[in-house]
């Protein structure tokens, strides 16, 4: 998936939202040909996420900013790490000050709380899913940390994949039909996406695997017994991925079930931005 427009719009709409008609903070108290120098420092444990992106801050604000990176995304940090240098001049690096900021503190929060999911998971074969629960406008960056952190991303959004879930599946009158229209549809309009059918029993599990035609089977709030029913039932003939419920403490007894994937919301909606701070350099 390219992030990249959607992280292009983003920047110039923070840069608009925050600058507005003028900084007129350094406007009132500083020569506008100044020159300074600025670190990124560490100030909690994490993995350290955004580094690109505030650099392209810094770059849209002003081309001729000089950015010295010590430290690169996915590296794990601790209090008192540098991460990079920027330097220029003062208004461009007062301006991008607080944006890069926000993006990095916020990127490095989901990218250390995915890692810590993804350790829970080392010498099993399942991956840590992220998914839509993301903040409007934020999504290619939260989906960006999660990999940063290790984890993997599910789908962009409603147009790179069709997941039948449970109000889908009541709406369009049971398992059978929305997988049904859902093959017939892409057959219409030509077009290849993966399908995965949200399941919340095994029965619903036999009726999807009756119809076929799809690539993944969701294990919709299942306990630990079933699913590790629905693995066997499943038998490898399609991927299948654990969701609902499951947190930090229950994650690995779910991957140890044989599940593909598991799916954690929380890799972006429950998280806590990790302390960073641009600080002058003399």
Do not use: W
Request: glycine share 8%; aromatic share 6%.
């Amino acid at each position: 998936m390219d992030f990249q427009p959607y992280i292009d719009e983003l920047i110039a709409l923070a840069i608009k939202e925050d600058i507005g008609d003028g900084d007129h903070t350094f406007l009132s108290c500083i020569p506008p040909d100044a020159k300074g120098k600025m670190k990124l420092l560490v100030k909690q444990e994490g993995i350290l996420a955004g580094v690109e992106i505030a650099k392209q801050v810094f770059t849209t604000l002003d081309p001729e900013v000089k950015i010295e990176v010590l430290l690169k995304d996915g590296t794990p940090i601790k209090y008192g790490d540098v991460a990079f240098y920027v330097e220029g001049r003062v208004q461009s690096l007062l301006q991008a000050e607080r944006l890069a900021l926000n993006l990095m503190q916020h990127m490095s929060g989901v990218a250390t709380q995915t890692n810590q999911y993804v350790k829970k998971l080392e010498g099993l074969k399942t991956k840590v899913l992220d998914t839509r629960k993301t903040t409007p406008g934020m999504r290619a960056l939260d989906k960006l940390a999660v990999k940063i952190g290790g984890g993997e991303n599910h789908r962009m959004g409603l147009f790179d994949m069709i997941l039948l879930k449970d109000n889908h599946i009541d709406f369009a009158g049971g398992i059978e039909n929305a997988i049904r229209k859902a093959q017939q549809y892409l057959k219409n309009i030509g077009r290849k996406l993966p399908i995965e059918v949200e399941t919340r029993s095994l029965d619903d599990i036999r009726k999807a695997m009756e119809v076929g035609g799809i690539q993944r089977i969701m294990l919709d709030n299942f306990n630990l017994e079933d699913t590790k029913k629905a693995v066997e039932l499943i038998n490898g003939e399609y991927e299948t991925e654990s969701s609902g419920g499951i947190n930090f403490d229950t994650i690995r007894a779910y991957a140890k079930c044989g599940v593909d994937f598991v799916s954690v919301g929380a890799l972006t909606h429950q998280i806590k931005s990790l302390d960073l701070s641009l600080k002058a350099v003399d």
